[in-house]
């Protein structure tokens, strides 16, 4: 059994396995939680071989993915969820440019339609992808980043039911682990004008709390968007500290995810995580390993965060056609 039909088998036997309760007691203000919960287990099973790029494992992550999008109501951008890319490198280090595709992957693409047409809109990014199998062992990426698309899913559930003031794109991305392939086929073939992108809302391990600590990067580079966040921030159900856009290494956080894409075309953007942890990029990134009552409100918080940029995001488009254009 290969291609669709192995995935759908994978999606149908996680679907059955797939019944771990709630353990928290925490009941979250704008989605469900027990979806969350279960998608959050099913998309990091140990079928799904930690999600490789153009495996069955993959196939079967959009598969569930597209599911709950059309569960909810949420309608894909063209004529499918999949848009299919080929991508290579990030950079080749003697030109400084992208280099030739010679790979393929698929990235799933959804919107929710604004109360107010013909605005700006906001991209809220996660990539399904992870490591696969290496060395006869599993990478099942649950917190980098099956968290991450839960969040996304999370958001499009909240805004399935209170339509958002603004069009909302919700990208789940493919190749993050490769160079962040489908990020930027995303950004050179845009499925929509790129110049209407007020803001890049990028989820990318958000359920391993260890320290309590849930980052929000990047408003070095957008000073305007500090007062935003710190005034979710200030009601947030988790701690919500600005951070790791400064300094070296994996102590600046710019370009260490899809995000990077964004930030290189001067689109301003947030990248929502954690820390890294004992298990980031291990086989033990598994789902018993996130506490779900943190893991719920961290997504809760993103929720926030995602609202009140949708309010502001007029003004948030000015910002970055004025910085852009200095």
Known sequence: MTGLKAAL????????????????GYQPQHYS???AIDMLEALSADA?????????GSA?????????????GVSAVGESYEHPFKYGPFRNPQTGEDAVPDKDG?????????????GPSMVVTAHYDHLGVREGEIYNGT?????????????????SNTPPQHDVYFVFFDAEEDGFGGARDFISNPPLPLETVALNLNFDMVSRGDNGILWASGTHHWPDMVARVDAVAATAPVSVERGYDTGDGRDDWTMLSDHAVFF????????????????YHRPSDDFENV???????????LAMMAEAMDADLGEILTMRRAANAD
């Open 9 to 24: 088998s994978i999606v149908f036997a996680i679907g059955i396995a797939a019944c771990t309760t709630t353990t928290s």
């Open 33 to 35: 939680p027990q979806p």
């Open 48 to 56: 799904l071989q930690g999600r490789g790029v153009g495996t069955e």
């Open 60 to 72: 079967a992550a959009r598969v569930m993915i597209i599911d709950r999008l059309e569960a909810l």
């Open 106 to 118: 698929i990235n799933v693409i959804a919107m929710i339609p604004g109360m107010l047409t013909g």
């Open 143 to 159: 917190d980098d980043n099956a968290s991450g698309v839960v969040g996304a899913l999370a958001l499009a559930e909240h805004f």
């Open 264 to 279: 290189r075309a001067g689109i301003p953007h947030i990248y929502f995580g954690v820390e890294d942890h004992p298990d």
């Open 291 to 301: 506490d779900q009552e943190w893991f719920l409100k961290s997504v809760d918080t």
